[in-house]
């Protein structure tokens, strides 16, 4: 199957600073790429959607000057959490989804804490 | 009411039994479905997807669509310790955006 990869796995860092996940696509070229937000014993929270080469589509009542979308190339999307606070702390992962595909394809997943 | 419904459990079986776990849905725009499984501070890993009424197959699990019921149902036979997982049933009406359900969890006893 395809497989989509995440760095870092997890991550601990200082309130008020940024932190940057990367999402890449492995074995296949993906047009569109998610981000996605769980706390614990939840389901999964969609933040925004991103297609190759455009400005991500955020949902409602996520911040997109606060989480901060890139999606420069068919295997990369990067998500940037800015000005970090203790209440990001949370479990972020990524999907990927390829041309004309309802199928995502998770990635591992990152642990950020804000301390 | 919720899009999409899944009973959250958790759900308890011993080894080797046979689970099932199901999704309601009230939207009909919904034409795909899909089953993930998540273990514990992981990713959801893709296990079936389907676009049809009826029944598909893979090794042990079978997924179940009923579309005039808007019923959709996970079948895992011959159950293992390591099928235990939380599993969650996702739609989507072919636009890309998935609706997930809450997820089942799911513990098989040894």
Known sequence: ?????????RVICKSGTSVKIECRSLDFQATTMFWYRQFPKQSLM??????EGSKATYEQGVEKDKFLINHAS???????????????????????????????????GTRLTVT | QKEVEQDPGPLSVPE?????LNCTYSNSAFQYFMWYRQYSRKGPELL?????????????????????SKYISLFIRDSQPSDSATYLCALSGGY???????????????
Do not use: W
């Open chain 1, 46 to 51: 969609l933040m925004a959607t991103s297609n």
């Open chain 2, 16 to 20: 080797g039994a046979i689970v099932s």
């Open chain 2, 96 to 110: 890309q955006k998935v609706t997930f359900g809450t997820g089942t969890k799911l513990q098989v006893i040894p």
């Open chain 2, 48 to 68: 079936m997807y389907t676009y049809s009424s009826g029944n598909k197959e893979d090794g042990r699990f079978t997924a179940q669509v009923d579309k005039s």
């Open chain 1, 74 to 108: 068919l295997t990369l999307s990067t998500l940037t959490v800015t000005s970090a606070h203790p209440e990001d702390s949370s479990f972020y992962i990524c999907s990927a989804s390829g041309q004309g595909a309802y199928e995502q394809y998770f990635g591992p």
């Open chain 1, 1 to 9: 199957g395809a497989v989509v990869s995440q760095h870092p796995s």
